[in-house]
Nanobody, 123 residues
Framework: VQLQASGGGLVQAGGSLTLACVVSGRTFSPYSWGWFRQAPGKEREFVARFNWNPYSTYYADSVKGRFTISRDNAKNTLYLLMYSLKPEDTAVYYC?????????????????WGQGTLVTVSS
């Protein structure tokens, strides 16, 4: 299983950015997929996930209402749409997936990771 994240960059506060994660070796269903981030000097933290059977999404309180997780089955790509970005959103963002039956929330639950993409939000 391989995950390839991209889309990071420098953006001004209030701006938007879309991250993409191309997946190979595993179908979206029936696994849990998500995004985490790690700011300098801080631990990796949960950002968003979606689960199958039933389909559901879940967001960290810090991003709720500003970020949207989505996927394109045909392109085998996971997305994180980020709006109203704040300087505190600055971090390296990682896509991840978990073994069957695990609902992704903690970093130690993931069995595969993307390589990370840096998002920098200037004030």
């Amino acid at each position: 299983v391989q995950l390839q994240a991209s889309g990071g960059g420098l953006v001004q506060a209030g701006g938007s950015l879309t991250l993409a994660c191309v997946v190979s070796g595993r179908t979206f269903s029936p696994y849990s997929w998500g995004w985490f981030r790690q700011a300098p000097g801080k631990e990796r933290e949960f950002v968003a996930r979606f689960n199958w059977n039933p389909y559901s999404t879940y967001y960290a309180d810090s991003v709720k209402g500003r970020f949207t997780i989505s996927r394109d089955n045909a392109k085998n790509t996971l997305y994180l749409l980020m709006y109203s970005l704040k300087p505190e959103d600055t971090a390296v963002y990682y896509c991840a997936t978990a073994p069957r039956g695990t609902s992704l929330f903690r970093p130690d639950q993931a069995d595969y990771w993307g390589q990370g993409t840096l998002v920098t939000v200037s004030s």
